[in-house]
Structures are given as C-alpha cells and as structure tokens.
T-cell receptor, first 109, second 117 residues
C-alpha cells in the first residue's frame, strides 16, 4: 500500500522552515526518505527505524512515530539547494520499497 | 567509483517495437530494481530481484519482462512498446544487511527517458 505524503507541493523563501509528512495505513518498521532534484536521480537522505528515532542530514531531520504510522521530514532554514521532490518510502510485505507520490519543494531567493 | 549505470539514456521508439533497457552496477549489491516515474505518480516498482535466481513482479509489471544475467546486470524489456509506456525509467540497487522485512538505502542510476510514438 502506497504511503501518503502531504503536502503535495510547498513554496518557501530561503531561511524558512518546512515539514513534509508521510503516513501509512499499515504497520511500519522503517521509513526511507529520498530527494530528487530536477532532471536527476533520487538520492538517499536517511532511514528511520522503529523506535521513534530521529536522524539528521545537513539541516534536514526526521522523526518516525510507529504508533501513528507516520514520519515527518523537517527542513530547517531552507537553502536554495533544498529544492526538489522529496519521497518517502515504506517497506512492502516482500521487503521491497514502496514510494509515496512525492512532495515538490521550491525554495525561492 | 562504484556506480549504477543505465543504457541508453534516451530512446525514442515506435509502437509495437521491442526494446531493452540495461542496467549495470559495480557496487557488488545483490538487490536490483526497475522503477518507472511519471509526473505526479512518484516511483512505481516494475520488477525487482533479490539475487540472480530471484525475480519478482512489482506493482506495474504488465507489459514488461526482466532478465538478471549476473549479479551486476539487470535488464528490462518492453516486448511490444505502447505510447503509455512513455516515461522515465530508473534502475536501483541495494545491499541487504538489516533485519528481515527491512531494506537498506537504494542507489539509483541516472535514468532512461523512453518515448514511444
């Protein structure tokens, strides 16, 4: 079952913060986050494991709440380089990764 | 550098033609994947392979077939291409080290842009 991401798109000014949410209707053991810049391949950001663990990458951090079956990605003091589409992924029943539809983030000067 | 490569990078073909997209990796990973990306739909899994003898259908396998020729090579074929298979195709690899039911980060190739006329 495909995870649901929100919002679908967000526009920020440099220095502003944003939150991207990812939720699932099934129990989660881990959540992956990837970023894809325009015209490029997706690039791994982080994996969140069961246990409410938080992780960070640059000024990007994430949380994972397995009880609520959701993860949130926090982008702090956004930079122009943060622009792109962010995907969350959850592990399917056969160990494969199922991606959400993505959240397009645009950071303006 | 260990890498994931895809050939061709761009391809234009006609309806009904057979076409093969190739993926090679030098990362030494056992797991390989083929995804299709369409605007607004995210990355959808076509086929995946957890080792050379293991091939599994993904979410949207109809109209596609795959071949895992070696640990490093995973090819995707469109037996008879149709216009709605026009999309960006990504190959990815991963190395399983975690607990059962989990997966490690995936490394994506640069993509193949396929247009079916």
């Amino acid at each position: 079952q495909q995870p649901v991401q929100s919002p679908q798109a967000v526009i920020l000014r440099e220095g502003e913060d944003a939150v991207i949410n990812c939720s699932s209707s099934k129990a989660l053991y881990s959540v992956h986050w990837y970023r894809q810049k325009h015209g490029e391949a997706p690039v791994f950001l982080m994996i969140l494991l069961k246990g409410g663990e938080q992780k960070g990458h640059e000024k990007i951090s994430a949380s994972f709440n397995e009880k609520k079956q959701q993860s949130s990605l926090y982008l702090t003091a956004s930079q122009l380089s943060y622009s792109g589409t962010y995907f969350c992924g959850t592990v399917g029943s056969q160990g494969n990764l199922i991606f959400g539809k993505g959240t397009k983030l645009s950071v303006k000067p | 550098d260990a890498d994931v490569t895809q050939t061709p990078r761009n391809r234009i073909t006609k309806t009904g033609k057979r076409i093969m997209l190739e993926c090679s990796q030098t990362k030494g990973h056992d797991r390989m994947y083929w995804y299709r990306q369409d605007p607004g739909l995210g990355l959808r899994l076509i086929y995946y392979s957890f080792d050379v003898k293991d091939i599994n259908k993904g979410e949207i396998s109809d109209g596609y077939s795959v071949s895992r020729q070696a640990q490093a090579k995973f090819s995707l074929s469109l037996e008879s291409a149709i216009p709605n298979q026009t999309a960006l195709y990504f190959c990815a690899t991963s190395d399983f080290k975690g607990l059962a039911g989990m997966d490690n980060e995936q490394f994506f190739g640069p993509g193949t842009r396929l247009t079916v006329l």
